[in-house]
Nanobody
């Protein structure tokens, strides 16, 4: 069955780092662009970062540019979001998305809390 499973979230102090993982199964992950979205309490879902299917191009929300890095390992069917210099405003549920022209899939989300 098609699955995207996020992991790596948790509680971290401001300035700290986390690496989120998105494990894909049940579809040809290498044929899909992958994105990370987040949703904080009281806010709309926000596109955080996107990477093309081959990993050749990336884009980021201005709010995370220079701090977050999206990557993927197609051989492992896994995408990543490296988050550095975390701020309290990064607190949100982070969701992995894989998209083709025909389909898009979502993970269940993983909570990231940045707090002192």
């Amino acid at each position: 069955q098609v699955q995207l499973v996020e992991s790596g979230g948790g509680l971290v102090q401001p300035g700290g780092s986390l690496r989120l993982s998105c494990a894909a199964s049940g579809f040809t992950f290498s044929s899909y662009d992958m994105s990370w979205y987040r949703q904080a309490p009281g806010k709309e879902r926000e596109l955080v970062a996107r990477i093309t299917s081959t990993g050749g191009n990336t884009n980021y929300a201005d709010s995370v540019k220079g701090r977050f890095t999206i990557s993927r390992d197609n051989a492992k069917n896994t995408g990543y979001l490296q988050m550095n210099s975390l701020k309290p405003e990064d607190t949100a549920v982070y969701y992995c998305n894989a998209a083709s022209f025909r389909y898009h899939y979502w993970g269940q989300g993983t909570q990231v809390t940045v707090s002192s």
